[in-house]
């Protein structure tokens, strides 16, 4: 039983029964691991966003035979492992909100080889797209409401901030309410930012409300 890992030479010898014996020999090298290939350290994949760059944390092993080899089932297109690494980067080109079942393995140099797998869940989010781009005027001394919307990303948006200039109020489901706006016309950015690891934020442009004198 191997019980110190390390590669050793070894000869065969095999001889017949002729006498003198006819005698051939072959030299090998035994490599000896005493651990078995395991998974030592699984980290969630991030999330990614469609056209951005993505890097995952790669699977780590021990044990087996160095050096390993890495392949990956069913990853979302257009990322890629490193077969030698295990690193999986790339820019994902198609959304999937609910995620990829991605099968990472590793086989060791060992013959025959030893190879562990891992499955995890890659998902990709489209880019957040707030709107309208635009909001509809009010009137001076009038209650004034409006609904904002996020498409993409992964799971619920979530808006912000809560206050806005001018005595405005935002909702974390996008709704602007101004109780009683009292100028003539409020700016303001709002936020978005969704469920996903990271969460992907985004900002809109510069919304501007124009509220007239008497009833709009």
């Known amino acids: 039983k191997a ?19 006819d005698i051939a ?10 651990t078995p290939l395991t998974v030592q350290f699984t980290f969630p994949p991030n999330d990614g966003i ?12 021990t044990g087996g035979t160095t050096p390993y080899s890495w392949t ?3 990853l979302p297109p257009g990322l890629s492992i490193n077969t030698s690494t295990g690193q999986i ?9 609910s995620g990829s079942s991605v099968v990472v393995t590793a086989t060791d140099a060992a013959t025959p080889p030893e190879s562990i797998s891992n499955t ?3 998902r990709i989010g489209a880019v957040i797209q707030i709107s309208p781009p635009t909001l509809p005027s009010g009137a001076i001394g009038v209650p004034y409401s409006a609904q904002l919307t996020a498409t993409g990303g992964i799971g619920a948006p979530v808006f912000g901030p809560p206050i806005l200039t001018g005595g405005g ?8 309410t101004f109780a009683n706006p009292q100028a003539s016309s409020i700016s303001f950015s709002v936020s ?8 992907q934020f985004v900002t809109s442009g510069t919304y501007t409300i124009a509220f007239a004198n008497g009833v709009a």
Do not use: K
């Not at 020999?25 to 005493?34: F, G």
């Not at 109020?169 to 602007?176: E, H, K, Y």
């Open 50 to 61: 469609v056209g951005q760059n993505y890097t995952a944390t790669p699977l780590t092993v």
């Open 169 to 176: 109020a935002l909702s974390s489901n996008g709704l602007i």
């Open 89 to 97: 980067t790339g820019i994902p080109t198609t959304p999937n909100p």
């Open 120 to 122: 995890s869940t890659i």
């Open 72 to 74: 990956a089932a069913n």
């Open 192 to 199: 978005v930012h969704d469920q996903a690891n990271p969460a």
């Open 25 to 34: 020999s072959q030299a090998y090298v035994l490599d000896v691991s005493v």
């Open 3 to 21: 019980t110190t890992p390390g590669s050793y030479p070894v000869t065969i010898q095999v001889a017949d029964g002729n006498s003198p014996p």
